[in-house]
C-alpha cells in the first residue's frame, strides 16, 4: 500500500506558481489537479458570472472564475467555479503580483458547477468544506439536469438546502439579485 505524501501550504504555493498553467488544490494535505470540464460546465458559469456582473455594484462586489482560491485550516485550499467576494476582501490582493488570491473568510457566495469529470466530488468533498468555512451561501448547479441546489447558512450554523428547478432565485446574501433559471439554462 502506498501512502501519498502530505504537502505544505508554501509548497503547494510553490507548485501552483511553478506550473501556472493547471489548476491545483490541496485537500487535507494531498495535491489534486482540477481536472478539466465540459462545455455546459464553463459556459454555465461564465453565463452565472454575467447575471451577476449585471446585478451587483461593482464598488461592493468582485466575481471570480475558477481563480480564486479557499482557504480552511486543514491543509486544504480549494478553487470553486465561481465566488462573489465583498470589495473590502478582494482590495487585500491589489498590487501584489507575487501573492495567491486564498480567501480564509467566509464569503456570501461560492458556487459549484457540476461535471462529469469531478462528478459527485463537489458535493462529496467540497461543499462539506464550504460549510466547514462558514460560507453563507453555497450553489451546486446542474447544467444537463437543470437544477440548482443551494445550501443557505442559517444563525445556529447550520445549512438548510434546496433543490430549484424552475423560477427565479433570490440570492439571501446578494440583496437585489435574481437569477432567473430559465435564462441561466438557456444559455
Wanted: zero cysteines; a negative charge; hydrophobic letters at 40%.
Amino acid at each position: 500500500m502506498s501512502v501519498a505524501q502530505r504537502i505544505t501550504e508554501a509548497e503547494y504555493e510553490q507548485i501552483v506558481w511553478a506550473d501556472p498553467d493547471r489548476k491545483w488544490e490541496l485537500v487535507d494535505g494531498q495535491l489534486r489537479e482540477k481536472p478539466g470540464m465540459a462545455f455546459e460546465h464553463g459556459d454555465t458559469a461564465l453565463e452565472l458570472a454575467y447575471l451577476l456582473r449585471g446585478q451587483l455594484d461593482r464598488r461592493q462586489f468582485r466575481i471570480a472564475i475558477n481563480d480564486w482560491r479557499l482557504r480552511w485550516p486543514t491543509a486544504t485550499i480549494l478553487i470553486p467555479d465561481l465566488v462573489v467576494v465583498p470589495i473590502a476582501m478582494a482590495d487585500e490582493f491589489r498590487g501584489q503580483p507575487g501573492r495567491l488570491v486564498m480567501y480564509s473568510q467566509p464569503l456570501p457566495l461560492v458556487v459549484e458547477v457540476w461535471s462529469r469529470s469531478p462528478g459527485d466530488y463537489d458535493v462529496e468533498v467540497k461543499i462539506p468544506i464550504y460549510q466547514e468555512r462558514g460560507d453563507l451561501e453555497i450553489w451546486r448547479i446542474h447544467p444537463y439536469e437543470r437544477t440548482l441546489t443551494i445550501w443557505r447558512r442559517l444563525p445556529d450554523r447550520t445549512y438548510s438546502e434546496t433543490l430549484y428547478q424552475t423560477g427565479t432565485v433570490t440570492p439571501a446574501t446578494l440583496p437585489g439579485v435574481e437569477i432567473d433559471l430559465a435564462e441561466l439554462f438557456d444559455n
